[in-house]
């Protein structure tokens, strides 16, 4: 009777007669796995939300900054591009793969200049020094990081607005929305010879607004020519993603005034 008792006992308290709380109580287990279901009668987010999701807002100066050390990181990264793209040119001179240098051979290349010159060489032909082809690859590399940016913002502000029939209307979109999402301001003035032809003037342009050089004026000039690269960059990315493709030439004559001429094929 003692042991029947017993056993009553304890089956009672496995079965929450003893503690009924035990048994109303969730494992740990359970209750991670209950919180990680989806609950079928809770609205799913629309896809415009999931496209533009909260705007997460950055002091100003962040991009000053970023541009600057943009432009120092790819400066390193294309003279290093640079001095191995000339190794592996010499490793094939050595090789016979190329014609030497129109320097090292001054004689043949008089006699047949342009048969011997290879497009490919990164020293002959060029009349550039090295410095010079190292801030040309820096300018090539900002221009296409401009691209991207230019294309998804474009995306971005474009979500809402119909399709673009006129090229005046794309440039309209680039000099204010554009502008303003990137540099804070519309453009000052825009000009066109209705040919194809569009020049985008910035008497303040932000990315060189405070450029300057301890070697003088002509330096800082020459300088912002390489910070004037990415938004290149930008604008003939959003110009593609509106489906026009054209050239985008920038120019600094006096800071911080700068000028984007824009040339798009005639007939678009």
């Not at 001179?93 to 010159?117: C, F, M, Y």
């Not at 690859?137 to 006129?166: M, P, Q, Y």
């Amino acid at each position: 009777m003692v042991v029947v008792a017993g056993q009553q006992k304890l089956s009672a308290y496995f079965t929450g007669a003893v503690l009924p709380h035990l048994k109303s109580r969730p494992s740990p287990q359970m209750t991670s796995r209950n919180s990680l279901q989806v609950n079928p009668a809770a609205p799913l987010p629309s896809l415009a939300t999931l496209a533009d999701p909260p705007v997460r807002q950055v002091d100003a100066a962040v991009m000053d900054y970023f541009l600057i050390e943009l432009v120092n990181t790819l400066r390193d990264s294309a003279a290093v591009a640079t001095q191995r793209a000339k190794k592996i040119e010499q490793e094939m001179i050595e090789s016979g793969l190329l014609p030497p240098p129109a320097s090292q051979t001054v004689t043949q290349a008089s006699k047949n200049e342009s048969a011997r010159d290879s497009v490919t060489s990164l020293t002959r032909g060029s009349g550039r020094t090295p410095l010079d082809e190292e801030e040309e690859a820096v300018r090539v590399r900002l221009e296409s990081i401009g691209l991207h940016v230019g294309a998804n913002f474009t995306e971005r502000l474009c979500r809402d607005k119909s399709l673009f029939s006129e090229t005046l209307d794309a440039i309209k979109f680039i000099c204010k929305d554009i502008w303003a999402a990137c540099w804070d301001k519309q453009v000052d003035n825009l000009r066109t010879n209705h040919r194809g032809v569009y020049v985008l003037q910035d008497n303040s342009f932000k990315p060189i607004s405070r450029l300057s050089s301890w070697e003088g004026r002509a330096e800082a000039v020459k300088q912002a020519k390489l910070y004037v690269a990415m938004p290149a960059g930008i604008i003939r990315g959003a110009l593609s993603r509106l489906g026009f493709h054209g050239v985008v030439v920038p120019e600094v004559t006096s800071l911080p005034q700068c000028t984007f001429q824009v040339k798009l094929p005639k007939g678009v």
